[in-house]
């Protein structure tokens, strides 16, 4: 298995992998948004990683920025979505996209990685709902209990609370 970062030449192949792991209905805009920040160009950048086996596309994880008002020197970013081929899960591969992904942020010396998951799933890599606690996003979220935050690095003094403003593809109430 080798982890590699995803460009727009993989738009078809990050589709798949979205389509393939979620439910119907919800597969279709979660690839979308997936597509979607696979082109879109932020800064800092949007990190797209591809988890190939064999040369197959089975896995892809997207991390985007996102800007946190009054911590000037606090960047955050966001991890969404993630997914593996239904015949590839259970093998570590959602693992190791995740853990490579907080590695490459640790390293470009991100504060705060925020999550909107299952708990269950990301508690496993040190994401806790109390991490995000006063980090509030743009939109009312449908399920409170998946905000979490893992930190990266010593966020100092926080004012609290504060807004949390996402990239363009993921400012769509609809998946909040
Ligand atoms: C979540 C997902 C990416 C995990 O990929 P994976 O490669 O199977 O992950 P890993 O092999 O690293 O970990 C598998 C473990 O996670 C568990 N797991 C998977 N989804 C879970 C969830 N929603 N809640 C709790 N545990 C979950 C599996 O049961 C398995 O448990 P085990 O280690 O005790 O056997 C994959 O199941 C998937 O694509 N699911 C559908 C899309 C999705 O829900 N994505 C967002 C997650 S919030």
Known sequence: MQIRLATRQDADKVR???LSAFPEGEGEVVSELAVDLVSEETTPPTISLMADVDGVAVGHVAF??????????????ILAPLAVRPDYQKRCIGSQLVESGMQRLTDMGVGILFVYGDPKY????GF????????????????PFGWQAIV?????AKMSPARIACVASLNDPALW
Do not use: C, K, M, W
């Not at 990301?122 to 890599?125: A, E, L, M, Q, W």
């Not at 806790?128 to 399920?143: C, K, N, Q």
């Not at 990266?152 to 100092?156: A, I, Y």
């Open 128 to 143: 806790s709902v109390e991490a995000a606690e006063g980090y509030v996003p743009a939109y009312t979220l449908r399920y």
């Open 16 to 18: 798949h992998v979205h």
């Open 122 to 125: 990301y508690g496993r890599f």
């Open 152 to 156: 990266l690095r010593d966020p100092g």
């Open 64 to 77: 985007s920025p996102v800007a946190i008002d009054s911590i000037n020197d606090l960047q955050g970013y």
